[in-house]
C-alpha cells in the first residue's frame, strides 16, 4: 500500500485527486501495471501536470503522458530499443542528461541508470535497483525519508 507520507504529502501539495479515471486506468493496463500495485496508486491518484519536480529532476506523469503525448511511447522505445533494458523496465522520465528512473513492472524496484560504467554494471549485474519498492522510491524522490541514496 502507498505510504501515508506519499499521500499527506500529495495532498499537501494539492496533486491527490479521490477519483480516478478509466482512461487514466487504461492507460496502465496498457504498459501492463498491476491496477492494485503502488504505482497504480500513485499514478491514478496523484498529478501536478505532465510532470512531478523534485531533487531537481523531472519524473513523469505516466498516464497523462500515455494520453496526451507521443513523449512515452518514445521513452519506452529508447529504454528497450535503445538502451536495451529488459521489458519490465519502464522509464519513469526521459533520460536526461543520460541518466534516468527505471520501473520494474515484475519486481516493484526502481532503478536509477546512467551511461557509462553504471550501465556496464547493470548488465554484468553487479547493479541492483537503488529502490525496492515504488514507494521508496516516491519517499526519496519527494524527500519524505533520511534515505542514504545517492545518484
Request: proline content about 3%.
Amino acid at each position: 500500500m502507498l505510504s501515508e507520507k506519499v499521500i499527506n504529502y500529495c495532498k499537501s501539495k494539492n496533486w491527490w485527486f479521490e477519483d480516478t479515471t478509466e482512461e487514466y486506468e487504461h492507460a496502465l493496463v496498457k504498459l501492463g501495471i498491476d491496477l492494485d500495485s503502488d504505482f497504480a496508486a500513485f499514478y491514478l491518484h496523484a498529478e501536478d501536470g505532465p510532470t512531478f519536480l523534485s531533487r531537481r529532476r523531472q519524473i513523469y506523469q505516466i498516464c497523462w503522458f500515455m494520453i496526451n503525448s507521443s513523449d512515452y511511447r518514445l521513452g519506452m522505445e529508447r529504454t528497450h530499443v535503445v538502451l536495451k533494458l529488459p521489458q519490465e523496465y519502464i522509464p519513469l522520465d526521459n533520460f536526461e542528461g543520460e541518466f534516468g528512473f527505471f520501473y520494474n513492472k515484475s519486481t516493484d524496484a526502481v532503478l536509477g541508470l546512467g551511461l557509462g560504467q553504471q550501465m556496464a554494471d547493470f548488465f554484468a549485474g553487479t547493479l541492483d535497483p537503488q529502490w525496492k519498492s515504488f514507494n521508496s522510491f516516491l519517499e526519496w524522490y519527494f524527500e519524505l525519508t533520511d534515505s542514504s541514496v545517492t545518484i
